[in-house]
């Protein structure tokens, strides 16, 4: 009997923007080092808007469901669940679009899917293994963002709290916490929380070795 190609492990990392998912994420990847992993980040897959105006761009609220490509994120996660490679796209922060390049992505065994709507979407749910909500205070959320937006990305104190006043704050009420209930784990403190990280890294261990067991006695 032939081994079945073995099917990739999906998990998705959700929570608000400076929940501390990113930090989990990198966490579990860390923990599963020599393991074929990969991270792919929601954000990567923004619109295109390359026939908007900079100003047009500029209006877009990026906090809500519609500001992504969400059908071309089902579709190459697909792919990679086949074993297929993918054309990752690459956003740039600065035109506020997508870049006219795109990286070659090989499949892995585990994916982290990363991202504040990733759970807002039945059909991306329906595509994951274990889905992990950070659960983080609003105060702590927005002092992170403000140190993230003006380190890294150059922006003004007052463009950082206008933004989270205006679009971030609401639509995490409206699209994100709710898409807790969807949740399989809820890791409070984010990257902090070294028990729930522990917990997660286990049962992917647990979960790779079961499908290792299954492809052996396939051969």
Not at 161 to 178: C, G, N, R, S, W
Request: glycine residues 6%; negative net charge.
């Amino acid at each position: 009997m032939n081994a079945k190609v073995k099917r990739p492990i999906i998990i998705g990392v959700t929570g608000g923007s400076g929940s501390g998912k990113t930090t989990v994420s990198q966490a579990i990847y860390k923990q599963l080092a020599g393991k074929s992993i990969m991270i792919l980040q929601q954000d990567t897959y923004y619109n295109d808007q390359t026939e908007m105006t900079m100003a047009e761009r500029q209006a877009v609220n990026y906090d809500h469901p519609l500001a992504f490509d969400t059908d071309l994120l089902i579709s190459d996660l697909k792919k990679l669940l086949h074993n297929h490679a993918i054309e990752m796209p690459v956003y740039n922060y600065a035109e506020f679009t997508r870049s006219s390049e795109t990286i070659l992505t090989q499949p892995r065994d585990v994916i982290i899917l990363e991202g504040i709507l990733i759970l807002d979407d039945q059909r991306l749910r329906d595509l994951m293994d274990i889905k992990v909500f950070v659960d983080t205070d609003d105060d702590i959320r927005i002092i992170r963002r403000i140190q993230r937006d003006m380190q890294e990305r150059g922006r003004s104190l007052q463009s950082v709290i206008d933004q989270y006043l205006a679009t971030v704050k609401p639509m995490y009420h409206q699209f994100v916490e709710p898409t807790k209930r969807y949740a399989d784990i809820i890791v409070p403190e984010g990257g902090q929380n070294t028990v729930a990280i522990d917990l997660l890294t286990t049962k992917v261990r647990d979960i790779l070795t079961k499908k290792g067991h299954q492809e052996l006695m396939a051969d």
